[in-house]
């Protein structure tokens, strides 16, 4: 089976770090993605993780463990424009389908 | 620089009646994606196509239910007899080629069947 594990809300601090987890069971693995969609809006591309290890992109960062199936969005200086919900989405093997998680309600205040 | 367009942006339909979604990808990107949106739910894949070809339709429901992405203009993805069920966010995606490309998203049409 296909199954994509993320917190459904989180809350933080405007300038704190927020770190959002995402763990995986998927019969094929071709690649992780985490997009931003904010309430009514397209999803935004954030990040694409398909070896193991850490990507940095400016204040967002994303890590991958494909032996854990596990990965994080690591968000730092939060700003009040990054409440918004976070996908976790796999690549399923050799097919291009994308298996999303439910996605995490991140709500950033003053 | 447009991105995906999707339109209408917003769709109300009685049951029964027919919905067509529009959907055109980001200029050069010859693949193009389908998800629905339920409300609380993740994005479901649908269906994946190249240009006059269905390539995976997997996630496609049997009945009622049908995508084409011709030669010349948009992909559309057509709703027959529409039930109360069918209302959610439709989201085309596309990408320059299949294999290791990024999707990028369009804005989506909420559909919503009275």
């Known amino acids: 089976g296909q199954n994509i594990d993320q917190p459904t809300e989180m809350t933080a601090t405007e300038g704190a770090i927020v770190q959002i987890n995402c763990t995986y069971q998927?019969?094929?693995?071709?690649?992780l993605f985490w997009y931003q969609q904010h309430a009514g809006e397209a999803p935004t591309f954030l990040s694409y993780n398909v070896l193991d290890g850490l990507e940095e992109k400016g204040r967002f960062s994303s890590f991958l463990s494909r032996s854990k199936g596990y990965s994080y969005l690591l968000l730092k200086e939060l700003q009040m424009k990054d409440s918004a919900s976070y996908l976790c989405?796999?690549?399923?093997?050799?097919?291009?389908?994308?298996?999303f998680g439910t996605g995490t309600r991140l709500l950033v205040s003053p | 620089n447009a991105g995906v367009m999707q339109n209408p942006r917003h769709l109300v339909r009685r049951r029964g009646q027919e919905a067509r979604l529009r959907c055109s990808p980001v200029k050069g990107h010859s693949h193009v994606y389908w998800y629905r949106q339920l409300p609380e739910e993740g994005l479901k894949f649908m269906v994946y196509?190249?240009?006059?070809?269905?390539?995976?339709e997997s996630g496609m429901p049997k009945e009622r239910f049908s995508a084409e992405f011709p030669k010349e203009g948009p992909s559309i993805l057509r709703i027959q007899q529409v039930v109360r069920g069918d209302s959610a966010a439709y989201f085309c995606?596309?990408?320059?080629?299949?294999?290791?490309?990024?999707?990028?998203f369009g804005p989506g049409t909420r559909l919503l069947v009275l």
């Open positions: 989405a796999v690549r399923d093997g050799g097919f291009q389908k994308l298996v």
């Open positions: 995606a596309s990408s320059p080629r299949g294999v290791g490309e990024t999707q990028y």
């Open positions: 196509l190249q240009k006059e070809n269905i390539i995976d």
């Open positions: 998927t019969s094929g693995f071709n690649g």
